[in-house]
């Protein structure tokens, strides 16, 4: 079969030919019709992820949509390497193998997925999240950060703020769902005080952070509380993405004088039995309502040339 495959962490994908994959026990043969290029896609190919292997060669992608054996058609992911989902054929985990509703398309769950994913399983199984809360997005303005604001507000969040920095996609959340905008590229000492005043005025209960790096430092400082104060409401902060930096300084005291928790959402944090809900939670919302969401879809054979794409908004969506 044609696919996309990963020779070494330091180069690109390069289309060519790979062996077939065959299901074993527990497993599902896939015809793919579409697959996204997220973020964990790259970083699991340039060996950045904590899921990377070293084992090469493998074929780039995590989930993807298509046809089964009997023509049903379904989302899936999570294949057994060295076999992804950037190919003809791919290998779907039956608990991970959902119907798709006619609602939809075949594109947009390949590109939506995984972005949706990302808010909403930290919004359900890692922050217990309740209608009447109210949710920060940090980094509110690239592809998973625009779902997250409006699945957020779906979910009945009686707040949402959205924190980025493109001023354009900041200004299109406000009809998105977004009841406040903070620019990040404020100067420190503005930042920090816009965002302390949002907390004082009317609480955050949880943080979606896709950044990390210096936007959570600045975050974090505009909670700490100065004086000897009671905690007055508990905040859940869900770190998702590394964007802006991998690691971060974290006083002491941030921890010591607020109600704060630290959590992480992802594979490995959230439990195989958590993650299939979510999706199918997921999908039941976009097909009643679809997502304002931007998809280009690119043949697979270009992906060498496409892979090093910047993201503008838009997720890339390949096809065989």
Same mark, same amino acid.
């Given at each position: 079969m044609k696919a996309a495959v990963i020779h070494s962490y330091d180069a690109p994908p390069r289309y060519g030919s790979f062996e077939d994959p065959v299901a074993r026990e527990g497993e599902r043969a896939v015809t793919i019709t579409a697959?996204?290029?997220?973020?964990?896609?790259?970083?699991?190919?340039? +060996?950045s992820h904590y899921g990377s292997t070293g084992e090469f060669p493998f074929v780039a992608g995590v989930d993807g949509v298509g046809k089964l054996e009997d023509?049903?058609?379904?989302?899936?992911?999570?294949?057994?390497?060295?076999? +992804?989902?950037?190919?003809?054929? +791919?290998?779907?985990?039956?608990?991970?193998?959902?119907?798709?509703?006619?609602a939809v398309d075949d594109v947009t769950a390949a590109g939506i997925a995984n972005p949706g994913m990302s808010s909403l399983l930290?919004?359900?199984?890692?922050?217990?999240?309740?209608? +009447?809360?109210?949710?920060?997005?940090?980094?509110?303005?690239?592809?998973?950060?625009?779902?997250?604001?409006?699945?957020?507000?779906?979910?009945?969040?009686?707040?949402?703020?959205?924190?980025?920095?493109?001023?354009e996609v900041l200004e299109k959340l406000k009809g998105m769902g977004a009841d406040a905008v903070?620019?990040?590229?404020?100067?420190?000492g503005a930042l920090v005080a816009?965002?302390?005043?949002?907390?004082?005025?009317d609480g955050v209960d949880v943080v979606l952070d896709y950044l990390w790096g210096k936007p959570a430092e600045m975050v974090l400082e505009a909670i700490a509380q100065?004086?000897?104060?009671?905690?007055?409401?508990?905040?859940?902060?869900?770190?998702?993405?590394?964007?802006?930096?991998?690691?971060?300084?974290?006083?002491?005291?941030?921890?010591?004088?607020?109600?704060?928790?630290?959590?992480?959402?992802?594979f490995g944090s959230a439990s195989l039995d958590q993650i299939k809900p979510a999706l199918e939670e997921f999908f039941k919302l976009a097909a009643?309502?679809?997502?304002?969401f931007e998809t280009k879809v690119v043949p697979l054979r270009e992906v060498e040339s496409l892979w090093g794409a910047k993201e503008q908004g838009v997720r890339l969506v390949f096809q065989p």
């Open positions: 697959a996204g290029l997220h973020p964990i896609v790259k970083s699991l190919a340039n +060996g023509g049903s058609r379904v989302y899936f992911g999570v294949s057994r390497g060295p076999f +992804g989902t950037f190919a003809e054929r +791919g290998l779907a985990a039956n608990w991970l193998c959902l119907p798709l509703p006619d930290a919004l359900t199984a890692r922050a217990k999240f309740v209608a +009447g809360e109210s949710v920060l997005v940090l980094g509110a303005t690239g592809v998973a950060g625009q779902l997250a604001v409006q699945i957020a507000k779906r979910m009945g969040a009686r707040r949402v703020i959205a924190a980025g920095r493109n001023p903070i620019s990040l590229e404020q100067e420190h816009e965002v302390r005043r949002e907390w004082a005025a100065k004086g000897l104060r009671t905690a007055t409401s508990r905040m859940r902060y869900v770190q998702i993405g590394e964007s802006a930096g991998r690691t971060i300084a974290l006083p002491a005291a941030t921890l010591r004088s607020t109600a704060l928790e630290m959590l992480g959402s992802g009643i309502e679809p997502f304002q």
